[in-house]
């Protein structure tokens, strides 16, 4: 069966500081993945989309990246945060076309 | 431009009635629309997808409809109980190319005994 795993669970960071968050599948192939965020008050925000190694759509431009090193990869990048980084992240994929998508267990961010 | 919106934030129903949700949309032709849980502090978990073709779509005491024309879903719970307490997401492919979903911010369902 298949797995998604998110690290770490919980961050605190400074202003200013870089970001690194990563998102791996286990028991696929090829799959589509996501970045959302989900800020307080605020609905689930698609920040990235990959459909293959190294192929990565932006749908919000701002200070994060993403990239996708491995099929099975995801990382989510800063090199200074802002407090408005601060958030819910949410790890998702598919097995292809935006059918049902299955999330991960999450990353809290705050940004002090 | 485009715009997705679940016009309840909550909606505080009696155990054993049927709560009703609702998503409406705008400047979209979507292919399909899904409906999620989401518990606090998880991620979403995918409940049902109803595509353009069908207008309504059944699992166990949920129901989905799905009205191309009001550009709008339905979602019910029948006999809803007190583990029916989440918020409920709605969400479309909105790129046409079938890769990206956009949400609605959800209706928090609160189901008292």
């Known amino acids: 069966s298949q797995t998604i795993h998110q690290w770490p669970a919980t961050l605190v960071q400074p202003v200013g500081s870089p970001l690194s968050l990563e998102c791996t599948v286990e028991?696929?192939?090829?799959?589509?993945l996501y970045w959302y965020r989900q800020a307080a008050g605020r609905g689930l925000q698609l920040l990235f989309y990959s459909v293959g190694i190294g192929q990565i759509s932006s749908e919000v431009p701002q200070n994060l990246s993403a990239s996708r090193p491995q099929d099975r990869q995801f990382i989510l990048s800063s090199k200074k945060l802002l407090l408005s980084d601060s958030g819910f992240y949410l790890c998702?994929?598919?097995?292809?076309?935006?059918?049902?998508?299955?999330f991960g267990p999450g990353t809290r961010l705050t940004v002090t | 431009s485009q715009k997705i919106e679940q016009n309840s934030e909550a909606l505080n129903i009696q155990e054993g009635k049927t709560a009703t949700l609702t998503c409406n949309y705008t400047?979209?032709?979507?292919?399909?629309l899904q409906w999620y849980r989401q518990d606090p502090g998880r991620g979403p978990v995918f409940l049902l997808l109803?595509?353009?073709?069908?207008k309504e779509k059944r699992k166990e005491r949920l129901k989905v409809t799905f009205d191309t024309t009001l550009k709008q879903s339905l979602f019910h719970i029948t006999a809803s109980q007190p583990a029916d307490s989440a918020t409920y997401l709605c969400a479309l492919d909105w790129n046409q190319a079938g890769t990206a979903l956009i949400f609605g911010k959800g209706t928090t369902l609160s189901v008292s005994s």
């Open positions: 028991g696929t192939s090829n799959p589509n």
């Open positions: 998702a994929w598919t097995p292809g076309r935006a059918d049902e998508q299955y």
């Open positions: 400047n979209y032709s979507p292919a399909y």
């Open positions: 109803i595509r353009e073709n069908e």
